[in-house]
């Protein structure tokens, strides 16, 4: 299990069967090996498909403005956290 995922699910899927929801479990594994499918094909025609050919990708500056600014804003959240902690520990 290479991705951090399979863990999460892999721990919620073990308390549903020991709390006797197997059928909940059983549709929730049916679904993500569904979903691991299509990511898995997105991931083979990445690295595995030849490309069709070069492609320029040209953003409009609106786009490229709201990309910076979400970044910046990740960025800013990331080294600062702590204001963002006490604030959701007082919503409780």
Not at 21 to 30: E, P, Q
Not at 72 to 82: A, E, H, M, N, T
């Amino acid at each position: 299990p290479p991705f951090i995922g399979f863990y999460s699910k892999f721990f919620i899927l073990q308390q549903v069967i020991s709390a006797g929801f197997v059928t909940v479990a059983i549709i929730a594994v049916v679904f993500a090996v569904i979903s691991a499918y299509y990511y898995l094909q997105i991931i083979k025609s990445m690295y595995f498909n030849e490309p069709e050919g070069e492609i320029s990708i040209v953003a409009p500056m609106d786009m490229k403005l709201v990309l910076s600014i979400n970044a910046i804003l990740i960025l800013v959240v990331g080294i600062f956290p702590d204001f963002w902690m006490k604030l959701a520990l007082s919503l409780f």
